[in-house]
DNA sequence: AGGCAACGTTTCGTATACAATCCTTCAGCA
DNA sequence: TGCTGAAGGATTGTATACGAAACGTTGCCT
């Protein structure tokens, strides 16, 4: 009788480097915006881009529908995600309920080195801001949700870090849809803020900055049901 | 009448349907604890017991081990997950941060009929509580389990109730590796002091009583590092 | 001219085939 | 006797093939 040893490693299985690395880049793609909610993933047309067969690409998809940022419709094919508005809302709520949370663990674990990176973090973020062009703002749009996912990582629970990859993954396709002001993302301030109130170990005053934190990008919103529920009218206008 | 709050509506996509029969069946093995964790899951196997191909079953594994129930080592093949001490104890940190927030969201949002349901299902527990056998023993773990999940599809949020399914059922796996007391699965009087609770409306006694039924379920564990996997120390005794 | 139906094309669903990897076993040697 | 190493078998990783469903188009009928 043998043991599985698996036990003990990383969550995340990451078990065929073919299918993680086409996952890794369609889910760059999608978080970035480069690929915008609706656009149909053909297996055979990912499989030529990426020089592999059909059946990676089809674990790819399969894996990315179950993080929710692409939607696999029977003998129709993988679109990459719509989020209708009740499904925004959600998101943002089950944000709300876990990110307190979270920061409250976070807290009590972090050491002075993950300050530090939290810090890191937030220079590379105001210095994104500063630029122009498409590519700063993806960079940033990327560098702001990091700061969540690394809060999750400090807090030590690999279960709750998998879950947020998966909420501000979902946020962002919900913030490239339905997202209006110009400025978007993170107002960058309210993170150095929460990190001030961290190190300051005021968790109560922190936990409330999150909150107004994730309120303020959810105000942002326009969630107003757009006709385009049918995401195949809204592609084919 | 039964309900089957894993398998409620929409919120899984899950296209194919061969897949996923295969997939909920496992589960159910797997959560039952018909499967003992660390069983190997020979594709080839299953796809007999199926009369399947392999392909049906690989897609199978793989939702599986993103839910945590299996996890897939690289051409090794796949096994009934074996969680470690460590992930056990992060499993119970993840639902004592969400669980008190799904409850008072459910709190606002439930209905007469709702409370009904959970009553229904308290009386099923009790039921199973009373009888002798391996069956009635799953029987209750499951309906143990559901309590929670139902709880979860009260509020409203699929994403929350797609979490706790996933923490539920990572749960059993957890209770059936390392819980003691042969009266095991959670204090059935707990549930009924919450939905008591909930029914007087009082909000804050609800998530106090939900995480002190958490603790409890956690403290019946033995989670001391169990070194099986050094076989020949165990041999050489 | 517009709608409907039948057909062809494209894409997905599933099975099967081949290649690569790992585990087991058995032979050879110190 | 105990260890090393290579061959064989078994299992997974990936690609391809074939059947089925859906979409678009064309042509006919009203």
Redesign the pocket.
């Known amino acids: 009788m043998?043991f599985a040893p698996s036990a003990l490693q990383t969550a995340d299985d990451s078990?065929?480097?073919?299918?993680r690395q086409i996952r890794d880049a369609l889910r760059d793609a999608i978080v970035e915006r480069r690929l915008s909610p609706g656009t149909?993933?053909?297996?055979?047309?990912v499989?030529n881009l990426f020089?592999?067969?059909?059946?990676?690409v089809?674990?790819a998809l399969q894996a990315l529908s179950y993080e929710g940022l692409v939607s696999?419709?029977?003998?129709?094919?993988?679109f990459v995600a719509y989020p209708s508005p009740e499904e925004a809302r959600q998101i943002f709520a089950a944000r709300r309920l876990v990110e307190p949370g979270i920061l409250r663990e976070a807290a009590t674990r972090i050491t002075p080195s993950q300050i530090w990176q939290l810090r890191h973090l937030l220079l590379e973020e105001g210095r994104l801001m500063g630029e122009r062009g498409q590519t700063a703002r993806r960079a940033e749009i990327k560098a702001s949700g990091d700061f969540h996912l690394t809060l999750a990582a400090i807090s030590g629970n690999v279960i709750m870090q998998r879950f947020m990859d998966e909420l501000v993954a979902r946020s962002s396709l919900v913030i490239a849809l339905y997202g209006q002001s110009t400025i978007s993302s993170c107002g960058h301030s309210e993170h150095g803020n929460i990190v001030a109130a961290i190190e300051r170990n005021d968790l109560d005053e922190a936990c409330r900055l999150m909150l107004d934190h994730i309120a303020h990008i959810e105000a942002d919103l326009d969630l107003r049901e757009r006709r385009g529920f049918n995401l195949?009218e809204a592609l084919?206008l």
Do not use: F, I, Q
């Open positions: 043998k078990a065929d480097t073919g299918t149909k993933l053909s297996e055979s047309d499989g020089n592999v067969s059909r059946t990676l089809r674990a696999v419709e029977k003998n129709r094919g993988a195949k084919e």
